[in-house]
Structure formats: C-alpha cells, structure tokens
Antibody
Framework: EVQLVESGGGLVQPGGSLRLSCAAS????????MNWVRQAPGKGLEWVSY????????YYADSVKGRFTISRDNAKNSLYLQMNSLRAEDTAVYYC??????????WGQGTLVTVSS | DIVMTQTPLSSPVTLGQPASISCRSS???????????LSWLQQRPGQPPRLLIY???NRFSGVPDRFSGSGAGTDFTLKISRVEAEDVGVYYC?????????FGQGTKVEIK
C-alpha cells in the first residue's frame, strides 16, 4: 500500500522558515517524480513545486520561487520542502503527491502551515 | 500560465441523477508528445484529493465506472452517470501539459 506522510508543519511568524518532510513507502520512491501542492483554508488547490525522480528537473510556482526549495533523498524515501521568508499567504495545508505521466497518483494527508504573528 | 475554468462552481444533484462538470483551458492541452495531460480529482470533505480520471478519459484504479471523462484540445467534461451519496465533494480538473501545472477552481457537488 502506498503511503505518503507529511510532517513539519506548524505555526511560524512572518519571515520565518519551516522544513516540510514527506515520508514515502509502499512503492519504489526513486522511480517517481513528486510534487508539493497546497490548499489555503477553504480554498482550492495550488501546485507549488515538482521534482523529477533523480532530482535533475525542478520547477516552482512563481509565488514561491526564490523562497522555497524542493529536494529529495531517494536513499531515505523522503521528499522535502524548505520554506523561507514565509508570508501570511503561504498559510495552507501542504500535500505531497506521487506523480507519473502528468497524473497525481497518490496524495498524503497533508500538513498545516500557519504563518501568523 | 494555462488557466483552467470550471463550470458550474456548484452543482446540487438529486441522488441517482447524472451530473456533469465542464473544464475549459486557456490554451490547448495537447503536449508535444501527443498526449493530453488533463486529469480530474475528487476531494471529499476533510480528505486529500484523489485521482479519478487521467489523460482525459482513463479511469484510475478503483474508480467506479459511473465516472467518465471526455473532451479534447481545450474543452473537457467529467460526468457522473448516477450520483451517489459518497460522491459529495469538490471536483477539480488539472493540467500537467505545461509548467506551472494548474488547477480549476473546483466544483462543489452536493445532494439536493
């Protein structure tokens, strides 16, 4: 069974940093690209970042470019999102998702990030 | 960026009746490899999204056959042939033809 478990969310002040993690199991992690997607409270889905299976290709949404860094450790079956210079508008549930062929195959339960003073 | 526009944004449906959601993209979703990376996701209340349909019309594993997808180019449709209580939630179309990947605003399906 595929499992994606996000962690690292919490309350942070504007300008602060957080590092999200996504622990993957039940599949060959190193064979799949991964995405981070977020959802502000009561709002729709927003794609945040993409990383290919070997980390050779990375993309970011303009809203986070220069502030967020996606990475992965295939030996540890883990995906990460380093978030710096956080703003109130970054408040959201952050999901990691396994992707293949442009499709979101599986999603984690999400971790809530709240940016507030 | 490719803008995805869904209609309607809310769809009250009687149990057992059909429902249809439209999704229009601001430009063609046909990729240079010939595929069209248009998917449909379902998000039940309090749950993460889950994949229903990929590449326009392919049902994902475990998805009931009452869900179907169709369309081409810039116009796509998700149909539920007979709505059941467990279908309540928000449905999103999403494109992965071009970065940044984008989502529609979501369509809330509720029971009348």
């Amino acid at each position: 069974e595929v499992q994606l478990v996000e962690s690292g969310g919490g309350l942070v002040q504007p300008g602060g940093s957080l590092r999200l993690s996504c622990a993957a199991s039940g599949f060959t992690f190193s064979s799949y690209s991964m995405n981070w997607v977020r959802q502000a409270p009561g709002k729709g889905l927003e794609w945040v970042s993409y990383i290919s299976s070997s980390s050779s290709t990375i993309y970011y949404a303009d809203s986070v470019k220069g502030r967020f860094t996606i990475s992965r450790d295939n030996a540890k079956n883990s995906l990460y999102l380093q978030m710096n210079s956080l703003r109130a508008e970054d408040t959201a549930v952050y999901y990691c998702a396994r992707v293949r062929g442009g499709s979101y195959l599986d999603w984690g339960q999400g971790t809530l990030v709240t940016v507030s003073s | 960026d490719i803008v995805m526009t869904q209609t309607p944004l809310s769809s009250p449906v009687t149990l057992g009746q059909p429902a249809s959601i439209s999704c229009r993209s601001s430009q063609s979703l046909v990729h240079s490899d010939g595929n069209t990376y248009l998917s449909w996701l379902q998000q039940r209340p309090g749950q993460p999204p889950r994949l229903l349909i990929y590449k326009i019309s392919n049902r994902f594993s475990g998805v009931p056959d009452r869900f179907s997808g169709s369309g081409a180019g810039t116009d796509f449709t998700l149909k539920i042939s007979r709505v059941e209580a467990e279908d309540v939630g928000v449905y999103y179309c999403t494109q992965a033809t071009q970065f940044p990947w984008t989502f529609g605003q979501g369509t809330k399906v509720e029971i009348k």
